[in-house]
């Protein structure tokens, strides 16, 4: 059954990352966000002696244990199945410490994903046990290029072809979250989606893992942005960039399915949406505790239980963002209850990246308002936190379209029919 109670089990680790967001993150959030492209070292090198110290697993929970089996099959579990309710809880406090540095974390976040919802046990084991080896390592995923975005996985232009034991990269791949710091930073990898028929359209694409340090894989951009910055957003060019075969993720049969590298894109985002919207709300959770201390400070103290018509202008709108968090916490709830029940949740995954991208825009934005020049000041974390927001409703698709998902889903058309 689902539960709308933290799960006793996962208090430890509630435990463990609000310590790091009220230590390690908040005290630096200011620092990194106006030293774009510093790297966060301290940070990333305590999350992963904390990962390491917590058994592994990082952000990618079912599938760790997996690959600790190594056989495929399922592990024993005792009681129901947490692992994806205990990562929205930590992505949902690590971000109320800071979006940016959370996108730092060493223990395996979108291109982990990918490799878990793809990737074979051997894979598995192969490419997520590093995140628990001596040295920090970071993760990114490849989907975007020039051309295109939301019309992704069907516009792939980046292509993998076969030679002998090796695939031959070549494309170019735009707005990599971490991908300096998977590639450059670090020794870590980059989950590339490349076509392996460029005729077939989705049915071609296929998803890659290219490792750091490979010949012909170059980051060729960082991006100047708006809010989370202290992750950094890689170009990388892949000009005849030779991996080995068996990093095209998925069993040696995937090359003839057609519709599995497609199946594999969706299955990563089912899984990494409901993080960007806890992620999301761990923000808008912060903005709002900080909007309600000022408040306070200036002797303004939300009085609860009286009725609408006798409350202030201020009051109802704190009770309107206190609804709104903690409905669009619930629907996040949802998503990974369902993940970890191994039931499908793409229509829940968008729904609660859709509500929780708006919540947290509308909260941030609401906040610097509500406090004028304070809210506008950077002597506050508010003006960040209006900045930070915004990438919510934009990255694993934007509101848009992950509303025509909705859509779909609901009134059961395809995408030929809404597009
Ligand atoms: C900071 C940052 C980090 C990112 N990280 C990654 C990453 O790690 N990996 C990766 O692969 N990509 C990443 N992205 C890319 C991101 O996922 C895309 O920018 C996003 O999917 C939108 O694609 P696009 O940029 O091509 O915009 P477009 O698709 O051109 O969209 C432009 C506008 O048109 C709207 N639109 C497009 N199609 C439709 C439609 N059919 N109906 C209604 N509206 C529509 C969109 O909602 C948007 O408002 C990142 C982007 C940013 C800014």
Redesign the pocket.
Same mark, same amino acid.
């Given at each position: 059954m689902i539960s709308f109670e933290m799960p006793e089990k996962i208090q430890h680790t509630v435990n463990l990352m609000t310590m790091v967001a009220e230590n390690m993150m908040r005290p630096v959030s200011r620092y990194f966000d106006e030293h774009e492209h510093e790297i966060p070292w301290d940070y990333i090198n305590f999350m992963h002696d904390a990962n390491r110290q917590m058994g592994g697993g990082g952000f990618v929970p079912s599938s760790g244990d997996k690959a600790k089996k190594g056989n495929g099959s399922e592990p024993k579990q005792e009681g129901p199945r947490l692992g994806y309710q205990r990562l929205a809880y930590s992505a949902e406090i690590l971000s109320w410490g800071d979006t940016g540095l959370y996108l730092c974390s060493p223990v395996g976040l979108?291109g982990a994903a990918a490799v878990a919802a793809t990737g074979t046990a051997e894979q598995k084991e192969r490419f997520l046990a590093r995140f628990t080896g001596d040295k920090p390592v970071l993760d +990114? =995923?490849?989907?975007?290029e020039p051309?295109?975005?939301? +019309? =992704?996985p069907a516009m792939v232009r980046t292509t993998a072809v076969r030679e002998d034991d090796s695939w031959v990269l070549n494309g170019e791949?735009?707005?990599?979250?971490?991908?300096h710091k998977a590639l450059i930073d670090t020794a870590g990898f980059v989950v590339v989606?490349a076509t392996i028929d460029p005729a077939a359209g989705r049915a071609g694409v296929r998803p890659f893992v290219v490792e750091a340090g490979t010949p012909g894989c170059t980051v060729t951009k960082l991006?100047h942005?708006l809010?989370?910055r202290a992750?950094d957003?890689a170009s990388i060019l892949l000009q005849d960039c030779r991996i080995p075969f068996e990093n095209i993720l998925g069993s040696p049969e995937v090359e003839k399915k057609t519709s599995e590298g497609f199946k594999g894109a969706m299955a990563t985002f089912d899984a990494s949406r409901p993080m960007v919207a806890a992620s999301a709300l761990g923000l808008a959770r912060a903005t709002l505790e900080t909007l309600k201390e000022y408040l306070q400070q200036k002797g303004i103290v939300l009085r609860y239980g009286l009725p609408r018509s006798r409350m202030t202008s201020i009051e109802r709108e704190l009770i309107d963002m206190e609804v709104m968090l903690r409905s669009a916490w619930l629907l996040v709830l949802k998503s990974v209850w369902m993940m970890d029940e191994k039931k499908p949740n793409n229509l829940e995954a968008s729904m609660g990246k859709v509500r929780a991208g708006d919540v947290a825009v509308r909260i941030t934005q609401k906040a610097v308002e509500m406090l004028g020049p304070a809210g506008y000041s950077r002597d506050l974390l508010l003006e960040k936190w209006f900045r930070d927001a915004k990438?919510n409703d934009?990255?694993?698709?934007?509101?848009?379209?992950n509303?025509?998902i909705v859509a779909r889903r609901i009134l059961e058309y395809g995408r030929e029919e809404l597009?």
């Open positions: 979108l +990114a =995923m490849a989907l975007t051309h295109a975005g939301s +019309a =992704m791949k735009i707005f990599v979250t971490g991908g989606w991006e942005k809010g989370i992750s957003t990438i934009l990255y694993e698709g934007t509101g848009q379209i509303r025509l597009s």
